[in-house]
């Protein structure tokens, strides 16, 4: 097994434990093992895209949440106008509604992730829990449909390298 | 649009995959400090695949919905609480 699948399997887990009454401490951390399962998944696919081989512990730590949440905000939008310029001259229309939907769920989960670790206003339920894992556990399905597509290395890319592009 | 009728009226609209018994909607920002909407949905507790799996599906025509009602200013996180 690896990581992020392991993650997704502590999430199932988690959000499961407790028949009736779910302790608050194991559905927040369902969740945040959800968020982490996809964000793990797509870090990997990105260091794999590295040669060589030795590089990638070090492309791994490159990643960054925020600016990988700003970059999946553009790409859940669907089209390549929603991207910056730079992107989108690479992306090949339409977007695969898969890919944007990865897009939206890593999101959806980052934004949960940080309310399950810091908002303790927030009560969280089962379905709550559930439904993010659900949404994790389709991200998985949809990244594997596209995984091996031109948009998706671009959609990978972008997730290391947006903020530099801009910055050109 | 900060406008939570408008929003509950947009996903009244919508064809939802059960019975929405309430909506709560919020406004405040992000963890990026960047503005958003949270919508709350209040539907029947279940935990089959095809449930959660057409919560999911529902989670995203609303997103969609907002964002292009809003012009993609406000970021909406759909989710979904049970009683």
């Known amino acids: 097994m690896t990581l992020h699948k392991d993650l997704l399997e502590q999430a199932r887990y988690l959000a499961r434990r407790d028949k009736k009454r779910p302790k608050q401490a194991n559905l927040r951390r369902a969740v945040s093992a959800a968020y982490y399962a996809l964000f793990h998944l797509l870090v990997e696919d990105g260091a794999k895209a590295i040669r060589p081989s030795a590089v990638r512990d070090q492309v791994r730590r490159l990643y960054e949440h925020g600016s990988m949440k700003a970059v999946c905000k553009a790409w859940a939008q669907g089209a390549a106008a929603n991207l910056p310029a730079s992107t989108g001259a690479l992306v090949t229309a339409p977007i695969e509604r898969e890919l944007s939907d990865v897009a939206s769920a890593f999101v959806r989960l980052q934004n949960a992730r940080h309310a399950a670790d810091y908002d303790l206003a927030r009560t969280f339920n089962r379905l709550y829990s559930v439904s993010l894992l659900g949404a994790a556990e389709q991200a998985f399905r949809d990244w594997n449909a596209i995984r091996a597509t031109p948009n998706a290395a671009v959609f990978l890319a972008s997730l290391l390298f947006e903020k530099q592009w801009k910055g050109r | ?83």
């Open chain 2, 1 to 83: 649009m900060d406008d939570s009728e408008g929003i509950k009226e947009q996903i009244a609209s919508l064809r939802a995959p059960t019975e929405i018994n309430c909506v709560d909607v919020e406004f405040g920002l992000d963890e990026s400090g960047e503005p958003g909407v949270w919508i709350f949905l209040h539907v029947a507790d279940g935990e089959s695949s095809a449930y959660i799996a057409e919560l999911a599906r529902f989670a995203r025509t609303v997103e969609a919905a907002i964002l292009d009602r809003n012009d993609g200013r406000r970021w909406p996180y759909v989710n979904f609480l049970s009683p």
